[in-house]
């Protein structure tokens, strides 16, 4: 794609990382196909080709984001599906970060828009408040269909209000806290904790550092490190998400680690880049080291996991999370590892399609989100699963509370591997009538 920027603009590092990205462009249009938002809505601005060219026009006039790019940009998921099945390698999460610091920068969302942002950003990075927050949506929850659904605030408070789960866990606080291996230390990895991980499930880190523990790893969680940042980053809040990067990037430093291991794919994808993030900082070289030490935790497991458990007997249908497979490109390793725990897997059709979590967009954008959900999980129960897996607590969130267990692999391979059975495996429940059936699965 040609591209008009001036040597003047060039001067800056930013815009000409989006003029290269842009250049590589050949507006082929096979994106469109893979891209959630335009199968969904079938609007060509609300494809990558089409954010492209409006992203490409907003920069190269040096001119204020406008409510026509606001809408089509907050549209995207950051799924990244469009960067899996681009053929020119163009780097459309590098673009669309840019474009979303530049709305940030300088255009005025309406008062109820930037009120809800400002609050999410002000909880979700923080597991007390999130709990806190989370036990009052659940209060607010039966009253949820009373919102009036005219106005987008209320359908997005209401969309809110029905992602609280039925129950809320025991508080979890994991910071500063180094767990042991058992027998013999073969390995010692920082473990990225998750922030509303730890206050929805935080069954995840404990089976996470019980598996890693028992397969001869030390776990440590520094308590200087804290959120990804991603939250911050997919707002387009660039000074927050550096600040959250430099602050981990120096914590994880400090200890003598043989990887990151993240059991959310969405922070993993931003903990991967944060040596592109921090490409032009004092900390830029600390911070490779440490996006090339981040592993997902299905990636680190693959050549030490061993079962030990019998074939229970169950079939697992295997979400993959955009930020697994396209932010990460890591396709097979939780197939491979559930296969190898002796469970059986099946895999939904169109695996590549967004189920509309997203970070926040499952509140933000509830309508296209509630479309993708209910698509996801009808292919995924089309085939009759036990249980629908994933590697990342967004889009089990997403998916829980349609008779279906929703479960991290962590949990299942633990288990497999002679950890406790998952509490969800026992637990049925539907979302839209509340009910909550008891029924052991095995
Ligand atoms: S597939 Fe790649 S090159 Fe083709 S239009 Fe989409 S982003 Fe551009
Ligand atoms: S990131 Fe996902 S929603 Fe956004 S343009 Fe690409 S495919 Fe579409």
């Known amino acids: 794609m040609q591209t008009n920027f001036t040597e003047a603009q060039l001067a800056n590092p930013e815009i000409a990382v989006a003029n290269d990205i842009l250049r590589t462009c050949v507006h082929c249009g096979f994106c469109t196909a893979t891209c959630p ?48 099945t681009c053929p020119s390698g163009v780097n459309y999460m590098h673009l669309v970060d840019h474009a979303r610091v530049h709305i940030e920068n300088t255009y005025r969302r309406p008062l109820a828009d930037r009120f809800l942002r400002n609050a999410l950003a002000k909880i979700l990075p923080y597991p007390k408040r999130m709990r806190a927050a989370l036990a009052l949506a659940r209060l607010g929850k039966p009253f949820a269909f009373l919102l009036p659904g005219q106005t987008m605030f209320f359908r997005r408070l209401r969309a809110m209000l029905n992602l609280a789960p039925e129950k809320l866990p025991p508080p979890q606080s994991l910071g500063g806290t180094v767990h042991k291996a058992a027998g013999e230390t073969k390995g010692r990895v920082a473990l990225l904790a998750g922030c509303a991980q730890q206050a929805i499930a935080p069954s995840i880190n404990n089976a996470t550092i019980s598996l890693l523990n028992r397969l001869g790893i030390e776990v440590v969680i520094p308590a200087a490190a804290g959120c990804c940042g991603a939250l911050a980053h997919h707002m387009g809040r660039h000074a927050d998400a550096l600040a959250a990067a430099r602050r981990n990037v120096a914590a994880w430093s400090a200890e003598k680690l043989d990887a990151i291991i993240v059991n959310t794919s969405g922070c993993g994808t931003v903990l991967k880049d944060y040596g592109f993030l921090l490409r032009n900082d004092a900390m830029a070289a600390q911070a490779a080291e440490i996006s090339a030490k981040t592993k997902d ?32 490109q890591i396709s097979a390793p939780p197939k491979l590892l559930l296969r190898k725990a002796g469970l059986t897997v099946v895999e939904p059709k169109d ?17 296209i989100a509630s479309a993708l959900r209910r698509r996801k999980l009808d292919t995924l129960k089309a085939k ?59």
Not at 426 to 437: T, V, W
Request: with cysteine; charged share 20%.
């Open 37 to 84: 938002t335009f199968v969904t809505l079938g609007d060509e601005l609300d494809s990558p080709r089409g954010r492209i060219y409006l992203i490409k026009d907003m920069l190269e006039n040096n001119r204020p984001a406008a409510e026509e790019e606001v809408l089509h940009i907050d549209r995207c998921l950051s799924c990244l599906s469009c960067m899996t």
């Open 297 to 328: 935790i299905s990636e680190y497991l693959l050549k030490i996991y061993e079962p030990t458990q019998p074939s229970p007997g169950v079939k697992v249908a295997y979400h993959a999370a955009c930020s697994l497979q396209h932010g990460q």
């Open 351 to 367: 695996p590549h399609l967004c189920c509309g979590s997203a970070g926040t967009y499952n509140i933000m954008q509830p309508e």
């Open 384 to 442: 009759s699963p036990d249980v629908i897996a994933a590697g990342n607590i967004g889009c089990l969130t997403q998916l829980a509370g349609d008779g279906i267990p929703t479960i991290h692999i962590v949990e299942l391979l633990d288990w497999m591997a002679g950890g406790a059975k998952p509490a969800a495996l026992s637990i049925r429940h539907s979302r839209a009538s509340g009910d909550l059936l008891e029924e052991p699965l095995n």
